[in-house]
């Protein structure tokens, strides 16, 4: 599968890798195939994985490139990284020379990790979606979503700072959230993000800060 390529001027690319895992429900008949088209699904978390992807990034990346690896994966709802997640995630840090994780499938934001300088963000939560309504999972706040801004340096692949915009979506549309519901959503990731070695702080205008 080839990645999306993104150039940033007089700063390098922003490869995309994107991938499917069978944790989100995705099932197997969905796969891309030659001459097929359809979802470019992971056969595992496993270490020959790892090294298939540490091949297809390897042959794309250039210097000053910024590689993300997008993973649509894991459950609806729920807080809890499961560990065979982390280790991929690490993994793909550790040998595919991924520079940002990019974790979805929750309804939710869950907790973010920096490894090794470069994020991993297991669960960023819906952006917009039509779930509104659906009864029974009301303490997560589906209706809640955020806007990820991070500044990554080319040179090194480290993050130099993450800044999240709290938004409430409704009816289809989004709105900024308001300043009661912004100090939920940094309680929230503030608390799941401690295990991983992260905290969440209030910035400018109620924004959110990563800090690690």
Not at 4 to 12: I, M, R, T
Not at 54 to 69: I, L, N
Not at 178 to 190: E, K, T
Request: proline share 8%; glycine share 12%; aromatic share 8%.
């Amino acid at each position: 599968a080839a990645p999306a390529v993104l150039p940033v001027a007089g700063k390098g690319r922003v490869l995309m890798f994107a991938y499917g895992a069978q944790s989100s429900g995705i099932p197997p008949d969905w796969a891309a195939a030659a001459g097929l088209p359809g979802v470019n699904l992971l056969p595992d978390l496993s270490p020959a994985t790892l090294q298939q992807i540490a091949a297809q990034v390897e042959a794309d990346k250039r210097p000053a490139d910024v590689v993300v690896a997008s993973i649509h994966w894991g459950g609806n709802w729920g807080y809890a990284v499961p560990a065979a997640h982390q280790r991929f995630a690490r993994g793909l840090i550790d040998r595919c020379g991924v520079d940002v994780v990019h974790g979805h499938s929750s309804h939710h934001p869950m907790g973010i990790e920096v490894y090794r300088g470069r994020p991993i963000l297991y669960g960023c939560g819906d952006f917009l979606n039509d779930y509104e309504g659906i009864a029974g999972y009301e303490p997560y706040r589906g209706d809640l979503s955020l806007m990820y801004f991070l500044e990554v340096d080319p040179a090194s692949g480290t993050l130099v700072r993450l800044r999240m915009v709290p938004m409430q979506m409704r009816r289809f549309r989004l709105n900024r959230a308001s300043a009661a519901d912004s100090r939920w959503l940094r309680s929230v990731l503030d608390r799941e993000g401690q295990p991983l070695g992260s905290r969440v702080e209030a910035g400018p205008g109620s924004s959110l800060a990563l800090r690690w």
